[in-house]
């Protein structure tokens, strides 16, 4: 049992240059997340989806894009990279229940844009 | 003001030693809450959910105070293994605020 598997680990972007972030649970959960952590902060959300084909806006959304066609798979986007998005991403899973909403986390991808 | 507000520390404590710490959070109609535990560069890691009556767990104490609205966590007789940062995280309709995390340093 995998649970929340993110690729890749650690990735170096040039600015303006874009790349997907990719994240996968096994856990058949409903509800999925992207944060990011920036040092000394906490984690800020960025996208979350609750099912297959719907998506929305988190608190910092700007400069990324998600899609959610599986109920496993919650790919993050990041279109025009700038040293702003640098950051270690958190993908995270969900089966919300009765206001319950345990997160199980990924291992997070570590972003560095130059 | 932030949804969700931390003491950063870091606590510095002695092995054996009680260490508790706070969390407020500015929404009063969150519904539920829990603390987390991030060790140094890994992702974080549900340590215990908080309950309004206030709960424990082994060596860990939470509590919740709606009417102040904070949530406090206490750790007895500490290990050298608690170090870590805990976050504090508020629940409003299935999205989770994160308080930026209080590190707790325990010392042999």
């Known amino acids: 049992n995998a649970g929340v598997t993110q690729t890749p680990k650690f990735r170096i972007l040039k600015i303006g240059q874009s790349m997907t972030l990719q994240c996968a649970q096994d856990?058949?959960?409903?509800?999925m997340y992207w944060y990011r952590q920036d040092p000394g902060m906490g984690l800020k959300l960025i996208y979350y989806?609750?099912?297959?084909?719907?998506?929305d806006k988190g608190e910092v959304p700007n400069g990324y894009n998600v899609s959610r066609s599986t109920t496993e798979d919650f790919p993050l986007r990041l279109e025009l990279a700038a040293p702003s998005q640098t950051s270690v991403y958190f993908c995270a899973s969900s089966y919300a229940n009765s206001g319950a909403n345990v997160l199980t986390f990924g291992a997070g991808s570590r972003l560095t844009v130059l | 003001r932030k949804e969700v507000e931390q003491d950063p520390g870091p606590f510095n404590v002695p092995e054996g030693a009680t260490v508790a710490f706070n969390c407020t959070y500015s929404n009063s109609a969150s519904q539920s809450f829990f603390w987390y535990r991030q060790d140094c560069r890994k992702e974080p890691k549900l340590l215990m959910s908080v309950y309004s009556s206030g709960n424990e767990d082994g060596r860990f104490t939470a509590q919740l105070n709606r009417a102040s609205q904070y949530i406090s966590l206490l750790i007895r007789d500490s290990k050298l293994s608690d170090s870590a940062t805990y976050l504090c995280?508020?629940?409003?309709?299935?999205?989770?605020?994160f308080g930026a995390g209080t590190t707790v340093t325990v010392r042999a």
């Open positions: 856990m058949n959960h409903n509800y």
């Open positions: 989806s609750v099912g297959a084909g719907i998506t």
């Open positions: 995280v508020v629940n409003n309709d299935y999205k989770l605020s």
